[in-house]
């Protein structure tokens, strides 16, 4: 039911109402009042709508982000104008780069004032310009309906990603007796029969072929049907960096990720491969290993590039045959396919990679009382498959990546884009979206302290995730670099840390320190049975940089 008057309904109102027929249901953000009309229209329909308070913009969008990520359909997110948006805009970012559907709605200066820089006046077209798929600004009321509805359609047609609406705030105190727009479509491009069956035809040509995974615009059932086209032509499949759960890792043709801390023998592998068949990735500079893995514009492998937007063919890679189309569009053709390889004559190309891959997972020994490696290994093997396994940036990344096998389709919450303090909010989203699934958290110290904040928005919506910090007390990350182009010179890379069982404790969560690795598995039983929000503190040795490398080995080579 509209929230109709006789003079029609208030511009807060009509947006709301347009995104409750978009099929919303939740909504995050952090009140401005710049929007209060909004916040107005929310509450009248609260019990349709959840809306999540945060306690900064960057948690509150990368919360939305999540959400875009789990479900397919665009995040929401309100902020207020000027300082609200520029916080925000970090997760603009990761929607950009994660291709993620996300709608991002700001608070804007009332009209009859725009252009006097007036107080927290931004001009949003130029701000966002170079990271919104689409930016642009609601000037009249009756524009609403047509202008959510394109949001939606551009957030989720082709490549997906972030739109920013902004809202001057007397648009949305102006009646309007404008009519509601259906529910969005979305547009997706579909793979013509003849370039399948060139596809078909340069597959069974192939003696050493590699399928690589990645992008946005998946859902479940095209990841169980790339994993049927992969058995089908005996393809090995690997994952681009951070899009790991796009197979499941124990499918016997998972072969790894292609990413930072990557396996070498799988660099191997692709450096030796005659034919390479992307599907959805860009194959970007964190999994090429800095644009060095193909040759560019030509690649020595013949490339099959599959992509949801016309526009990355031929971005930077020449393919042998582009295919323009969305990766589940494609799953679906391609699982139907029947291939008339010789699978016996290419096993061997497929086990060594298989087995390359499963020594790769095997913890190593490390220095210190806590081997990151085996307690990854050790939730490998003991959580549900479909538990949420969330991170940020930084160096513990690589231990996650490297030794936990994803099995279900969006159990990796991860920005691609590489930003710290992602892990936090993403944990919350998907705890508020599925609280029968655990959500876990890996943060670095850093990391965590980006959006540590929002433990208190957790605790406020009894989203119980579990929060494992690995505090080596420093930025490791910035620390390994400054110690290959700098040695012995450890400047502005180390932290002092507050202590965080105590500022967890603060928060309302149940904290504990885990000093050896052997004591790990307790705590984690009683995080998960604690009933509140959960934070696990493991101290680390700031000697150890990656599961391979100390600052020794830096500083002896
Ligand atoms: C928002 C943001 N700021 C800065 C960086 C640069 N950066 C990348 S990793 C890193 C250090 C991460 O430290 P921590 O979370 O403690 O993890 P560690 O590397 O110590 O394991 C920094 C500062 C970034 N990626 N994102
Ligand atoms: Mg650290």
Redesign the pocket.
Known sequence: MNVLSSKGRTGGQVLVDALRINGVRTVYCVPGESFLPVLDALYLIRDEIDLITCRQEGGATHMAEAYGKITGEPGICFVTRGPGSTNAS?AVHTARQDSTPLILFVGQVERGVLGREAWQELDYRQMFGSIAKWVDQVDSADRLPEMISRAFSVATSGRPGPVVLALPEDMLFELSTVKDAQKYQSSQAAPTQESLMEMQSLINKAKKPLLILGGGGWNAQATLDIAVFSESFGLPVACVFRRQDLINNQHPNYVGEIGLGMNPKLLEQINESDLLIIVGARMGETSTNGYTLLDIPNPKQALIHVHGDVNELGHVYQPTLGINASPIIFAAAAKKLKSSRALSESIDWLNTARQNYLNFIKPIETIGEINLGEIVAYLNTTIPDDSYITN??????LWVQRFFQYKKFRTQLAPTS????YGLPAAIAAKIEHPERLSICF??????L?NGQELATAVQYQANVIIIV???S???????HQERHYPNNVWGST?SNPNFIDLAKAYGAHAELVEKTADFPAAFERAKNAGRPALIEMQTSDEILTPRLTVSDLRRS
């Open positions: 970090i940020g940036a930084g160096n513990y990344t590489g930003t710290m303090g943060a670095g110290d850093g990391c965590f980006m690995v505090n080596n420093m930025y490791g990350s910035i620390r390994m932290l």
